[in-house]
């Protein structure tokens, strides 16, 4: 009988959609969602949305966003946000923020926040936390972070540090971590270190290892690689490697180099490479140039180079003005030297 009755309830459902009734429309396009088709659930909240159903804007506009179409998704997320829909103004302020209008993002961030969406008020704190107004994030940061989002403790305990507070700053790490975020491990693994408690460090990378957090397996890596301890610190490596983590690829390249074997060092750092690490670009010229390969260590360094990675820069020179290229030579060392001087400023 639940059956047949379900089978009578969709059939006058579809007839009211059908009959223009936007609530019905707004249904059907949930119930087609959920049972994976996709294309007339697209049609049915493109439907219910141009029928004014804020909800439905939204909707349309992550079924675009997922098949690919993020120009007309935002155009919906818009929609919606001047509607007043929280989540499209939230999704709006992440399709801006991607593309770089930090002003618009963090505009649709504090309209969604106001209304009491509480991942927006994650999301606003975190904003103004990156954007170097700690003050001003704070109470946002506070706010989620009481009723329990996890990212905004992580957040708000970073602002917390960089004002000095640092105990406060732990108890709100040990908060996130307790409520199951294992990033939260290398926030506290990381001020263990900074403390000189290398013990501490060890203890929360290894829970969030173990717990399977990338991050965390690569930062206890590195830690054991520092002290000596390379099979183990092999052993994590290789995890994060299969997670597709690059700078594990890329000491797993410098482990394989510094025991002798340049062909496993060159394989992984080509494979880290392909997953965007800048190092082992610069690692590659270098192994090009232990074997006198020098016109492909130049290549390599390039790479590094026009990135605005200052050690493929500094290696570029270095290249160029041994086979007599002073000028170019010239002009690395003084971007080398610009995007040092930046990044000391950011620091």
Known sequence: MPGRLKKFDEF??????????????????????????????????????????????????????????????????????????????????????????????????????RTGDLPSIAALGRLLRERGRGEEAEPWLRQAAEAGLTEAMIDLGTVLRDRGQTAEAARWWRSAVTAGDLAATCRLGRQ????????????????????GHVEAIVRLALLLHRRGDLEEAESWYLDAAERGDSSAMTNLGVLARNRGDEGEAAAWYRKAAEHGSVPALTNLGHLAEHREDFAEAEQWFRRAAETGDVQGMLSLARMLRSRGAAHEAELWLARAETAQDEREHQH
Do not use: C
């Open 192 to 211: 263990a270190e900074r403390l000189g408690k290398p013990g501490d460090a060890e203890s929360w990378y290894r829970q969030g290892a173990i717990g």
């Open 12 to 113: 006058f459902q579809r007839k009211a959609a059908e009959g223009g009734n936007v609530v019905a429309m707004a249904r059907m396009g949930a119930s087609m969602r959920e049972r994976g088709d996709l294309a007339e659930a697209e049609s049915w909240f493109r439907k219910a949305a141009n029928g004014g159903d804020r909800v439905s804007m939204t909707s349309l506009a992550h079924l675009l966003a997922e098949r690919g179409a993020q120009d007309e998704a935002e155009r919906w997320y818009h929609e919606a946000a001047l509607a007043g829909e929280p989540h499209g103004m939230l999704n709006l302020a992440k399709s801006y923020e991607r593309r770089g209008k930090r002003e618009d993002a963090e505009h649709w961030y504090a309209e969604a926040a």
